[in-house]
């Protein structure tokens, strides 16, 4: 599915789980202006991280981001749990990540 079919979804797991997890986009354009324009067009209302370098960005280089959408998620201690291509197995990746203790 492509990175922006997604956006429905991920709308509605931002909205179901906001409470205990954070949904954080980190746009790949290499415009600014255009990433602006498109998560205000978009309806994305969660922080979104855009600097317009692509794929050549901070972000994307140190997590080894080859295409769109990649999807991380964390645990409560901030470590990665899963990563997927498709926000459509987030939901239960996430049950899973929450269900877990924090880790000491």
């Known amino acids: 599915m492509a990175c922006m079919e997604e956006v429905p979804l991920l709308k509605t797991l931002h909205d179901k ?7 954080l986009g980190v746009s790949i ?8 324009r498109t ?3 978009r309806g994305m209302t969660w922080p979104q991280f855009a600097d317009g370098k692509g794929f050549e960005g901070p972000i994307p280089t140190a997590y080894h981001i080859q295409g769109t959408p990649e999807l991380f998620v964390l645990d409560r201690d901030g470590r990665i749990f899963a990563r997927t291509g498709s926000a459509t197995q987030v939901e239960a990746l996430l049950k899973n990540a929450l269900a877990r203790p924090p880790q000491p």
């Open 39 to 41: 998560i205000k067009d």
């Open 29 to 36: 354009d290499e415009s600014v202006k255009r990433a602006d």
């Open 17 to 23: 789980y906001s409470k205990d997890a954070v949904i």
